[in-house]
């Protein structure tokens, strides 16, 4: 980031395409002092969609009984500073048998800044509204 920020708000839709055995997507995020390399331990969980197992084949993701939609609005992110990188992650726990068709879609994302830095810029607001009425 250029600046820090203190939360996010999130949204997408968890879709089932595949159906075999039951599965769990877990979703988290994790904060990184570089964006080098893909981080593979240390998740923040933000929660999980459970899909219940079934007759192994494929299923319509776009079909409402297929999908869960998730929304999460100023969710706190700790330690997360200036130039730090914000991993979003989705994992499946690997199971043995058929695997699970699961994707994410409609993936929605923004940071919140600080608090001082919502500050910072309503004073630069009333201070330019100031001088706009002095004329």
Not at 1 to 4: A, E, F, K, W
Not at 39 to 56: K, Q, R, W
Not at 83 to 93: D, G, I, M, R, V
Not at 131 to 135: A, K, N, S
């Given at each position: 980031?250029?600046?820090?920020s203190?939360?996010?708000?999130?949204?997408?839709?968890?879709?089932?395409?595949?159906?075999?055995?039951?599965k769990?997507?877990?979703?988290?995020?994790?904060?990184t002092s570089?964006?080098?390399?893909?981080?593979?331990?240390?998740?923040?969980?933000?929660?999980?969609?459970?899909?219940?197992?079934?007759?192994?084949?494929?299923v319509?993701?776009t079909?409402?009984?297929n999908?869960?939609n998730?929304?999460?609005?100023?969710?706190?992110?700790?330690?997360?500073?200036n130039?730090?990188?914000?991993?979003?992650?989705?994992?499946?726990?690997t199971?043995?048998?058929?695997?699970?068709?699961?994707?994410?879609?409609?993936?929605?994302?923004s940071?919140?800044?600080?608090?001082?830095?919502?500050?910072?810029v309503?004073?630069?607001?009333l201070?330019?509204?100031s001088?706009?009425?002095?004329?």
């Open positions: 980031t250029g600046s820090s203190s939360a996010i708000n999130l949204s997408f839709v968890g879709e089932l395409w595949r159906q075999a055995t039951a769990t997507m877990n979703f988290g995020y994790l904060v570089t964006a080098a390399s893909i981080p593979t331990n240390g998740v923040t969980s933000l929660g999980a969609i459970s899909f219940a197992g079934g007759s192994a084949g494929p319509d993701g079909l409402a009984a999908q869960t998730i929304n999460l609005n100023a969710v706190s992110i700790s330690n997360w500073g130039n730090q990188a914000l991993w979003l992650t989705w994992q499946t726990a199971a043995a048998g058929s695997s699970q068709g699961i994707a994410i879609d409609n993936l929605s994302f940071a919140v800044p600080e608090p001082s830095t919502l500050a910072m309503g004073l630069g607001v201070g330019m509204l001088l706009r009425r002095r004329r």
